[in-house]
């Protein structure tokens, strides 16, 4: 069938029903692109609105750290504050205990050298009295002696004034006393290691020795066997030969007395024998 066969009324009436579907069609996709647009921008929205919370939350952390970093550097400058004053104290403290060690070392000191100095002058006290003491015991026996010798003079010149002659044997004692005492004084001359605050007796019966005749190259190869008793040939203790002396003299005295004989006193006896009948046979013949 053709168009222009049907009725114009309703071709009028087909065009307004195809133009009023054709503007719903119209009007229902407009709508559709708006809600669209709208539901776009909400999601938008919502978008911006969870990026700002997150910005939020991201700024109040932040901020947390900051006063977590703040808190941690004001406990630091506490600390270092706490640090400091209590340097400051042992410091001050040790400064103290500086200052006190020192007086009492200046102290320790002063009593120290005044403590030295009265030691001192109580060993000089102690050597002033230990060298008099030794002065007194020198002099008495040194005024034995002289008392002994005096006497014995006396005696000798005593006998000498009876206008006899000596005899032999006390000739022999005599010379035997004086050669005694002067080989004793030499002897008390020649030792060595004299000790100044013992007397002259201690001296001898302790540390006197006789020390003669160095000798210097002995052990000079072997160091590890030196020997100090060594170093001298004649080394032996004075009281030995003084002893000896003694002896000698108290020999001379016996023998001046004629308790003991001379030692020539048989020789002289067998010689006067034995001229005795030689001057015999002599008379005999010029008879």
Known sequence: MRIESLPRWLLVVVSVLLAAGAGTCFSQTNANETLRQIDAQRREA???VERARIRSLEFDADMARMRAETD?????????RAATERMG????????????????????KIASAAAKKNEEELDELRDEIARADVRTKNN????GLVA????????????????????????????????SFLLMLLSLVVSDKWVYNQDILSNLMISLKIQLLANVHLFSYDPSAYNPSDDFLIDFQTKYLVFVCIS???????TYLGITPTPWIKTIKKQQESAIPSSESEKKGES
């Open 46 to 48: 919502e978008l911006a």
């Open 72 to 80: 941690r550097i004001n406990a630091n400058t506490e600390r270092l």
């Open 89 to 108: 104290t042992e410091l001050e403290a040790r400064a103290v205990a500086d200052r006190a060690a020192q007086a009492v070392a200046r102290q320790e």
């Open 140 to 143: 008495f026996y040194l005024a």
């Open 148 to 179: 002994v010798f005096i006497a014995f003079g006396a005696f000798v010149v005593k006998i000498g004034r009876r206008g006899v002659s000596m005899k032999n044997n006390e000739k022999f004692g005599l010379v035997t006393v004086i050669v």
């Open 248 to 254: 000698l003299a108290a020999y001379g005295v016996t």
